[in-house]
């Protein structure tokens, strides 16, 4: 029941034999084997897809449930021995794990001997529950509402540009002004083409260069391809080294933190309550890209 709903979860039998570490085959045998003892078709497959029968998501459901309390068990148990072990699945914006959580992973491991880390660095928006994760890192105005989410540190976004591109373009005074610069665009946002500014504004600006991928973005941004709309934790040292000239700083909009979303529990699994400390006291004395101007 435990492995139909992980099965489930995955999305695929491929992918739940990946995280559980067995063989695609010895996954669907067992799940063939649970279908033959209760009677009933629980998953329609095709070579391509995997859908639920009316009768498998009924049991999903219970199944889903019993696991759920497994898991809390588990966690309760973990966090009575006060042990640090496991595998840890933990999922972090591309630029920001390559920057400020690959860097920590040896000495976190060695200080941790029994855990096993599995980083997943993307962009696109991941899910505690349905992806398996951990904890997430997210970089987000607010936690979203019914999460629980602890603050690493402040991060406000700055219009900037290499002070090669300024001497060959000029300064924009007011946003406004933008319109008549090359802006590049972060795709990976919602709206990549709407830059905000304090008081509301918002600027709809336009650009011939557009990546969804913030490390190639600040490279495009110090080889004087344009301006840019970008978090201080991705160039802010770039800014304090005047490698960067930030510009319109009195209207910059600056609402965004790094967070670090977790399950509610009252029994924080030990693995996970480490990995937030070890995280958090790195940014005790205020992260590098404070201090900005």
């Not at 085959?25 to 067992?30: D, E, G, L, N």
């Not at 260069?209 to 201080?232: C, K």
Request: glycine share 8%; charged share 25%.
């Amino acid at each position: 029941m435990l492995l139909f709903a992980r099965v489930v979860e995955a999305g695929s039998f491929a992918e739940a034999a990946r995280a559980l570490g067995q063989t695609r085959a010895a996954v669907s045998k067992q799940i063939g084997a649970l279908e033959e003892r209760i009677g009933a078709q629980l998953l329609q497959r095709t070579t391509r897809q995997m859908h639920l029968t009316e009768i498998g998501e009924e049991f999903y459901a219970r199944c889903a449930r019993i696991a759920a309390e497994v898991d809390e068990a588990e966690r309760a148990v973990a966090s009575l021995q006060g042990g640090v072990r496991g595998t840890l699945r933990i999922a972090a914006p591309v630029t920001f794990g390559l920057r400020y959580v690959a860097p920590l992973v040896s000495a976190f491991l060695d200080e941790y001997p029994e855990l096993q880390l599995d980083l997943v660095l993307s962009d696109i928006p991941s899910s505690l529950e349905s992806e398996g994760f951990d904890a997430l890192i997210r970089v987000a105005a607010r936690a979203e509402p019914g999460e629980v989410a602890r603050c690493l540190a402040p991060s406000r976004h700055v219009v900037c540009g290499a002070p090669e591109y300024f001497a060959a373009h000029g300064i924009p005074e007011r946003p406004e002004e933008l319109l008549s610069h090359h802006c590049l665009l972060y795709s990976s946002l919602e709206a990549p083409s709407i830059w905000r500014f304090r008081g509301g504004k918002t600027v709809r600006v336009r650009g011939r260069f557009a990546v969804n991928h913030g490390e190639t973005l600040r490279r495009a941004v110090l080889d004087g391809v344009g301006v840019a709309y970008m978090p201080t934790f991705i160039v802010g040292e770039d800014v304090a080294a005047g490698r960067l000239q930030c510009v319109l700083d009195a209207d910059a909009y600056s609402v965004q933190k790094v967070w670090v979303v977790h399950r509610g529990s009252r029994n924080l699994a030990p693995k996970v309550r480490a990995f937030m400390d070890y995280l958090g006291s790195r940014f005790e004395g205020g992260p590098p890209w404070e201090g900005v101007s």
